[in-house]
């Protein structure tokens, strides 16, 4: 007689997030990769959830209008809790942040970089530094311009210098090929600013890894903490030099920021990276798909850094995996036809061919999604961020 088989065990419904009463909905979300089992274990088994996912006898963490987030420590590594840390979204200006930890290590800070046509190709009403055509900035100028007050046109500009022979269709490869070494398997860039584009997302896991990897660089610790910052005149073009402020308001109002990144568009909604420092420790909060309740995304990771300061420093729910070492470990998954986003488009309409959206292995398939692009513009969104768009 066959021994009756053992009943299949009933899979947990995840855990609600803890969220305020949300606004009016936003605009529809783009076409992202189906989920992948193996990708969104990455870091440990208990990331791959939809919902919260806490140490256990951790106190609830406050209610933010994310629709996901990451708390992690900078230094150990640890995954302090997160809600849905593999879930796909939409990057806007966190974006910038891939770009940094792909282009800090190429760029020499005191290089001269000239500012061309379509550097300023970027959307009407978009944030932008103020750089003038044929204007020549050093690169550590730049880089303040970037991640102070989120300049477009100067995202651009980096993407190109340090894309070698191939411009900005190199950046923007160089930065796909740095998330696949970060481990950061489920961020593709489209657009090296974070405007929105076809193919573009990215999870807050995939944040908190380039975030790491940013605050490692002395040079990005120096920039994303500076308040204020000049851009030099340039007499040949007949503009003058001005001042910027940083637009992270964590470094004005929470005691030991570090600094980070903020974002907005239609499509993406509020994104948010910050990090501060207390009693030696080292926190990095990353939150995506935001709007605004009753806190500003910064409001919404403060409270989350607060949340996470409190927690014991053995807590741990996974880990920020090491640069290279997810590859070995995780094993190759196809990606279905149907999941795929249709191609990558720059700020300034150039079409530039996918990189892979999930494996090295899968590189063959880059040369067929720029064939949809056209089809897939993503809608780009114009945000005031204090008096002008963020993105």
Not at 213 to 232: L, N, V
Not at 254 to 275: E, F, I, M, S
Not at 328 to 345: C, E, H, K, T
């Amino acid at each position: 007689m066959t021994a009756p088989l053992p009943p299949i065990a009933a899979v947990a419904a995840p855990i609600p997030c803890p969220r305020p009463a949300p606004p009016a909905p936003g605009p529809s979300q783009p076409v992202t990769p189906s989920p992948d089992p193996v990708q969104r274990a990455v870091g440990g088994a208990r990331l791959a959830t939809q919902g919260l996912v806490v140490a256990s006898g951790a106190p609830a963490p406050p209610k933010v209008a994310a629709t996901s987030w990451l708390v992690a420590d900078l230094d150990t590594g640890a995954v302090l809790g997160g809600c849905g840390p593999h879930e796909y979204a939409t990057p806007a200006s966190v974006q910038k942040l891939l770009l940094a930890a792909t282009m800090l290590p190429r760029l020499d800070p005191s290089d001269m970089v000239t500012v061309t046509d379509g550097d300023l190709d970027i959307e009407p009403g978009s944030s932008a530094v103020g750089l003038v055509k044929g204007g020549r900035y050093r690169v550590e100028t730049l880089w303040l311009g970037l991640l102070l007050r989120s300049g477009n046109e100067v995202a651009n500009a980096l993407a190109r210098a340090g894309g070698g022979a191939d411009g900005m269709t190199g950046g923007l490869r160089a930065m796909n090929e740095q998330a696949r070494q970060l481990g950061a398997y489920q961020t593709h860039a489209a657009t090296p600013s974070g405007l929105d584009g076809p193919g573009q997302f990215t999870s807050a896991y995939d944040l908190a890894l380039i975030a790491r990897a940013c605050f490692a660089d002395a040079h990005f610790r120096r920039y994303a903490a500076t308040r204020e910052a000049t851009i030099p005149p340039q007499p040949r073009q007949g503009a003058k030099g001005f001042t910027i402020d940083n637009d992270n308001q964590l470094l004005y109002h929470y005691p030991g920021a570090l600094g980070g990144k903020t974002g907005y568009t239609d499509l993406a909604r509020h994104t948010y990276v910050g990090a501060a420092e207390r009693g030696g420790r080292r926190l990095v909060v990353t939150l995506l798909g935001a709007d605004v309740v009753d806190k500003r995304g910064w409001e919404q990771g403060a409270a989350l850094l607060d949340w996470g300061f409190a927690l014991p420093r053995d807590a741990s729910v996974g880990v920020l995996v090491s640069p290279g070492t997810a590859t070995s470990a995780v094993p190759s998954a196809p990606v279905p036809p149907q999941a795929l986003p249709g191609g990558a488009a720059g700020e300034s309409g150039r079409r530039t061919l996918a990189a892979p959206l999930r494996w090295a292995s899968l590189t063959v398939l880059a040369a067929g999604l720029t064939l949809l692009g056209g089809a897939l513009v993503a809608r780009r969104g114009r945000a005031a961020h204090r008096g002008r768009p963020d993105l």
